[in-house]
């Protein structure tokens, strides 16, 4: 019996839909809540179990969300993903699931992310619901009118930030917005980087991404988007108050690191472009936030 074949009835099909089992999507809409919220609680010196709460609450919520966005996606995307060596064998493509079951599954992602949001503060909930609705439920449609589909994921995927701050504070600050810049710099590169594994796939299927726009100078382009990021988590602390953990972990530690992954990464192949995008679901995340928690714990 094939993988295929074996993965063809029962719950796979709806795990590989939602994705849930590849967690580093999750992580890319965690961090930039928990970066926010990690900000937010040092600001307010928010009590360490209310802040593990509102880290637990919202790494749930961005599993919710991660799963919901794929699922739309893979319901607009069907035919493009038939065309795509990586995609051809997602559960809406190739027949697994059907367009109405899929839509179903959405259905009940949506209702538990509403859910989630109901008990939040008024600007936290009108954040959320426009990160919920037409920001993720617009992007899929991008890649087929710009070059910059990557744009719109990175205020879709970051305006988590600041739902996080706003549920703490109820109002944004200075703070917030320098960290949300930083962080669509960074959907900015690690998109890119994840667009470069179907290069030529989606010049084939019609497709649109930052990775075909950059061309020859994507190497070059990422690197610009990297050392916006730093500099914009520099300024965000800067206007927060942190404190020295922050500097060196964070902002010293997200330079260095990805330094060594830009020297490392070959854009030309899928395996260094996975791998370098699941270092920023993962590693990076973890060094932002590390540095955040420590300045929160000691600062």
Not at 47 to 62: E, H, M, R, W
Not at 253 to 277: E, W, Y
Request: hydrophobic fraction near 50%; charged fraction near 15%; aromatic fraction near 12%.
């Amino acid at each position: 019996m094939t993988a295929n074949t074996s993965h063809a009835t029962g719950l796979w099909r709806w795990v590989e839909l939602s994705r849930v089992h590849k967690f580093a999507g999750s992580m890319l809409i965690f961090w930039p809540f928990a970066w926010g919220l990690t900000m937010a609680a040092r600001s307010l010196s928010l009590p360490l179990q209310v802040y593990i709460f509102n880290l637990t609450y919202g790494l749930i919520g961005a599993a919710l969300l991660h799963s919901a966005g794929c699922v739309w996606n893979d319901i607009l995307d069907r035919e493009f993903d038939r065309q795509v060596e990586r995609t051809k064998h997602r559960p809406v493509a190739d027949g697994r699931v059907s367009v109405p079951g899929a839509l179903a599954f959405l259905a009940a992602h949506l209702v538990l992310l509403v859910a989630m949001l109901w008990p939040v503060k008024p600007l936290a909930w009108k954040l959320g619901l426009v990160t919920v609705f037409p920001l993720a439920g617009i992007y899929p449609l991008m890649k087929r009118v710009t070059y910059w589909p990557q744009a719109w994921l990175g205020v879709a995927m970051n305006m988590i930030s600041l739902v996080a701050w706003s549920a703490l504070h109820g109002r944004l600050a200075s703070a917030s917005g320098a960290l949300i810049i930083g962080c669509w710099c960074w959907t900015l590169y690690y998109d890119t980087i994840y667009a470069c594994q179907d290069k030529r796939d989606d010049v084939q299927a019609g497709v649109k991404s930052t990775a075909l726009l950059f061309g020859v100078h994507v190497k070059k382009v990422l690197a610009v988007f990297a050392a916006l990021l730093v500099a914009c988590l520099a300024t965000a602390g800067t206007l927060n108050k942190q404190g020295v953990p922050y500097f060196v972990l964070t902002v010293g530690g997200t330079a260095a690191h990805l330094i060594l992954q830009l020297r490392n990464l070959d854009v030309d192949d899928t395996k260094s472009c996975l791998t370098a995008f699941e270092s920023n679901g993962f590693t990076l995340g973890e060094i932002v936030w590390g540095g955040l928690f420590v300045d929160y714990i000691f600062g």
